[in-house]
C-alpha cells in the first residue's frame, strides 16, 4: 500500500505531521482533564460516601467516550494521507438507474426570472439529464392542479419502433 500524501506526514514542514502532532496534544489534554476532574471529586468528601452517592454512573462511558474520540482523530488523518493500492484495474459495470422528476406545469412556471421562463429552464435541464442518463430509465411526474404519472417503462401507449421510451418523454413534455 501506498499513500499518496504520505510525505506530508513525515517532514517537519508537512501539514501531516502537525495535524498528528495536534492529535498527540488532544490525548494529553483528555489526560490532563481527566487527571484535574479526579482530584477535584476527591476533594469533595470521603471516598466510600461519594462511591455510594454516583454507584448508578456508568464505568464504561467515561472511558469510551474519549477512545471513540482519539480513534476518530486517527483514522482522520489515515483518511488524509490517502492510501492507495498498487492493483489492478477493473471495469465495473453500473446497473441501470430508476429516475424519476416531478415537473412543475402551472402558470407560475412562466415566470422569465432565469433564462427564458422556468419551465424553459426545466425543459433544458429535462434535455441535459436525459442525454447524460444513456440507458437508465426515466419517470416524469407532471402537475398542474392535477397529477399525471408517466411511467419509465414502455407501456400501453402506442409508439413509432424507432422512437425510445426517452423520445416519448421528450414528445409528451415538449422537449425538443
Not at 47 to 75: D, E, H, K, N, Y
Not at 110 to 117: A, E
Request: net charge positive; charged share 20%.
Amino acid at each position: 500500500m501506498t499513500w499518496k500524501h504520505g510525505a506530508e506526514f513525515l517532514t517537519w514542514a508537512g501539514w501531516g505531521f502537525w495535524l498528528a502532532v495536534g492529535v498527540l496534544l488532544f490525548v494529553f489534554g483528555l489526560v490532563l482533564a481527566h487527571a484535574v476532574s479526579r482530584r477535584r471529586f476527591e476533594r469533595l468528601g470521603e471516598g466510600r460516601l461519594l462511591a455510594r452517592l454516583i454507584s448508578r454512573r456508568s464505568a464504561v462511558l467515561p472511558v469510551l467516550r474519549p477512545v471513540l474520540q482519539v480513534s476518530g482523530l486517527i483514522l482522520l488523518l489515515f483518511a488524509l494521507a490517502t492510501p492507495q493500492t498498487s492493483g489492478q484495474r477493473h471495469n465495473v459495470s453500473s446497473m441501470g438507474l430508476d429516475v424519476v422528476v416531478a415537473l412543475d406545469f402551472s402558470k407560475s412556471m412562466n415566470v422569465r426570472d432565469m433564462f427564458g421562463s422556468r419551465l424553459e429552464h426545466a425543459r433544458r435541464e429535462m434535455n441535459h439529464l436525459i442525454d447524460r442518463l444513456g440507458g437508465d430509465q426515466l419517470g416524469l411526474v407532471a402537475f398542474a392542479g392535477t397529477t399525471m404519472v408517466y411511467p419509465p417503462s414502455p407501456g400501453p401507449w402506442t409508439r413509432p419502433a424507432s422512437c425510445s421510451p426517452m423520445c416519448v418523454i421528450r414528445r409528451w413534455i415538449g422537449l425538443r
